[in-house]
């Protein structure tokens, strides 16, 4: 990964360095034991359920000086409350720090992460986290739980909702937009809040996809795939980061010293605070590496935890630890020093109430500009999947168009999980966003037919009644909010309940009509038999608070879908894991019968990474290159034209992919290198050319040190990874 390609360019105003360190030590000589350890302790306010409850005790403990930051807390007038009694009725008066999962928007929802990073727009993604930054700070907010950087490729895994997909290379890139979104260039401006990297490290191969499941993970793949997005979040300097509830090698990330102190802070340079998942050090008991939080919070306060969040382990042991000289002053002293640093350069120190002003308040939440910025988010996240004999967009001549499915008049479903201060109330369903677009012009029936996930088909008639007497029909299918998520795993990741039914017989119904599905989830999904009954399909995942709007200007083509995945969808749940930057076997697929392959399934996925269509089609070139040979240290330029050869304007990511064909250690048969957008009116060409240079041709070597390594590359240009064979070059000594 190149180092120069990543690093922010971004500068914080803050008080100069020695100044700030000198404030802290002289405040540190000031503290006692009880106090420094109350500044490493991080309580709920618990006006959001984001785990178990340990303790709700959080207003006393703050008055003793034994409580430093709160969460799940959020309003300029309750945040102001509290943070007076930190201020005026504590001894030392340090101001508290208020965090909040602030993870697709805060009143302004936006589409869930991973259907934002199908945008494939970083400016845009940087965009809607300072919008949600700008929310959360007038509300009190200091510090959000957020980017989820994992990189995940099993999609029962539910937490996949929460990131940037399956590509290493495109999730450090949207994992660096998120964090300069939420901080900004000046942590002290009144529309910041600190950001968070998590969950460090390979959350997101937790086996079986089963949340909180340990991870079994090579150092090898640790350092190519799940590692890199988190040196991203560093170059980007974010300024807190979350171990992962899972363990690798034997050893749960909490108590990882070598995660946490040797590769984050002694490699890393990372100069910031480390705080625990939600009772992630109590849990270190069940794990089998504590025999009681005693030697838990040792476990931890060692490996380089900072602030423990919720479980209260900090707040009962870490003083009889240092009593009984298990712990030293100095290891406290060092986390105390990180909290207050994180604290000072917010300015929290010169006005603790600089985030609580109900005037700021009611001015930016769900402000007009930040709901507009939402729907074109909402709009530009959605893959058209397929879309047989063009049946979208609709056709406004219509007369009639039957809208069916369980999600048809959902509001508070589109907002997805972990929405953070969202109102379901303030979303409009689809249909009721199709009746506001369409006025009279067109009668809109809906039916449920069924619900998302039961058994229930006693609506079907009325369904296929509908079907068969509208012009049109669009089914609104899915899961429902909580289906994916945190702790919401699924073994079967085909459309739950009896949605499948519904489809078939609908579409069977509506014979000779345009027809068409609009998905709302939050994880790809297995369907095969979906798509075999229906022409076309669009993946809206869950958009949003503007997402019913964003949805009918695509429907009827007043905007035209652009996205592409950055999730594989599978043929079958069998499959998984299943990505494009897969490694060959020395048995690749082949009609023999002894070679890497189902007897009963494609190897391909039914949708792969980087898919989309559009209104339109796009035709490639074939790929040029500057040159068949490349010196270590020049570059090589690669070019293709591409061109519309469709009747409507439309937008394409072209995409770069590379190849090392032979190397000191097996590497994938591509990987993302670039990619650029690019709009085309009808009948347009683009030539689009890429820079390519050693930095994109490194890799981890046999000591997994960065290597770039002589040898022939071949380069592939496409609008999805499903391309087969490009252009040749070689790298030469």
């Not at 350890?37 to 309580?43: K, V």
């Not at 000289?325 to 603790?352: M, Q, W, Y």
């Amino acid at each position: 990964m190149s180092k120069r390609s990543l690093k922010s360019h971004t500068k914080y105003s803050k008080p100069a360095a020695g100044k700030l360190e000198r404030k802290i030590k002289a405040l540190l000589a000031k503290m006692t034991l009880a106090e420094k350890i109350g500044q490493m302790t991080l309580f709920t306010a618990m006006w959001a359920e984001t785990g178990p409850t340990i303790d709700n005790n959080f207003m006393q403990y703050v008055r003793e000086g034994r409580c430093g930051s709160i969460f799940n807390a959020y309003t300029a007038d309750y945040t102001r409350s509290l943070q007076k009694l930190a201020v005026e009725e504590t001894r030392l008066g340090i101001p508290l720090l208020f965090g909040f999962d602030v993870i697709h928007g805060h009143r302004t929802i936006f589409p869930i992460p991973l259907g934002e990073a199908c945008s494939w727009d970083l400016a845009l993604m940087e965009k809607s986290a300072r919008i949600a930054a700008t929310e959360a700070a007038a509300e009190g907010i200091h510090w959000t739980f957020a980017p989820m950087v994992d990189v995940a490729r099993d999609p029962r895994w539910g937490r996949v909702a929460e990131g940037a997909g399956e590509d290493v290379w495109l999730g450090c890139r949207i994992a660096m937009a998120r964090v300069r979104g939420f901080q900004g260039k000046d942590l002290t401006a009144d529309n910041t809040v600190l950001a968070c990297a998590k969950h460090f490290a390979a959350y997101g191969g937790a086996e079986a996809g089963r949340d909180y499941n340990v991870v079994d993970v090579s150092e090898r793949t640790l350092a190519e795939v799940y590692l890199p997005p988190f040196k991203a979040c560093v170059d980007a300097n974010v300024r807190t980061f979350m171990p992962a509830f899972n363990e690798i090698a034997g050893i749960p990330c909490t108590a990882s010293r070598s995660l946490l102190t040797e590769t984050l802070r002694q490699k890393w340079g990372f100069s910031g605070m480390v705080v625990t998942d939600y009772t992630a050090i109590n849990e270190l008991v069940p794990h089998g590496v504590a025999g009681d939080l005693t030697q838990a919070g040792q476990l931890a306060i060692e490996a380089g935890v900072d602030m423990d969040m919720q479980g209260g382990v900090y707040f009962t042991q870490l003083e009889a630890l240092v009593n009984a000289g298990k712990v030293s002053p100095a290891a406290i002293d060092e986390a105390v020093t990180r909290v207050l640093r994180v604290k000072a350069e917010l300015g929290l120190f010169e006005d603790p109430y600089r985030y609580c002003c109900e005037k700021r308040e009611k001015r930016r939440i769900l402000s007009p500009g930040h709901k507009a910025v939402a729907q074109k988010v909402a709009e530009k996240s959605m893959v058209l999947l397929q879309n047989e004999g063009n049946v979208l967009p609709f056709n406004r001549n219509l007369r009639s168009l039957a809208v069916i499915g369980p999600l048809a008049e959902a509001q508070l479903e589109l907002l997805g999980n972990w929405y953070g201060a969202g109102d379901g109330r303030k979303v409009v369903s689809v249909t009721a966003a199709l009746r506001d677009k369409l006025g009279d012009k067109i009668q809109i029936t809906t039916v449920t037919g069924c619900e998302v996930d039961d058994e229930d088909d006693s609506q079907f008639k009325t369904a296929v009644a509908a079907a068969r007497q509208a012009d049109a029909v669009l089914l609104v299918l899915g899961e429902n909010g909580n289906m994916s998520g945190e702790a919401a795993c699924r073994v079967d990741i085909d459309l739950p309940g009896m949605q499948n039914r519904l489809a078939e017989e609908v579409a069977r119904a509506a014979q000779g009509k345009p027809v068409a599905a609009v998905l709302f989830n939050g994880r790809p999904l297995a369907i095969s038999r979906l798509a075999k009954a229906v022409p076309a399909i669009l993946e809206a995942w869950f958009p949003g608070t503007m997402g019913g709007q964003a949805v009918a200007e695509v429907l009827f083509g007043d905007t035209s879908p652009s996205g592409k995945l950055v999730m594989s969808f599978p043929r079958q749940t069998g499959q998984i894991p299943i990505y494009y930057a897969a490694k060959n076997t020395g048995r690749p697929i082949s009609p023999d019968k002894y070679t890497s392959k189902y007897l009963d399934c494609a190897n391909t996925p039914l949708f792969a990474f980087g898919h989309g269509l559009t209104y339109t089609t796009f035709s490639y070139g074939p790929v040029r290159l500057s040159a068949t040979s490349m010196p270590t240290h020049g570059k090589i330029r690669a070019a293709i034209k591409v061109t519309n050869t469709g009747s409507r304007a439309g937008e394409e990511v072209v995409q770069l992919y590379l190849r090392d064909l032979v190397a000191c250690v097996t590497r994938p048969l591509k990987e993302l290198k670039g990619f650029k957008k690019i709009k085309l009116k009808p009948g347009a060409s683009a030539e689009v050319k890429f820079t390519i240079t050693a930095a994109e041709l490194a890799f981890p070597g046999p000591d997994l040190e960065p290597l770039v390594e002589p040898g022939e590359f071949e380069v592939m240009i496409c609008g999805s990874s499903s391309v087969a064979s490009g252009q040749r070059f070689t790298l030469l000594p």
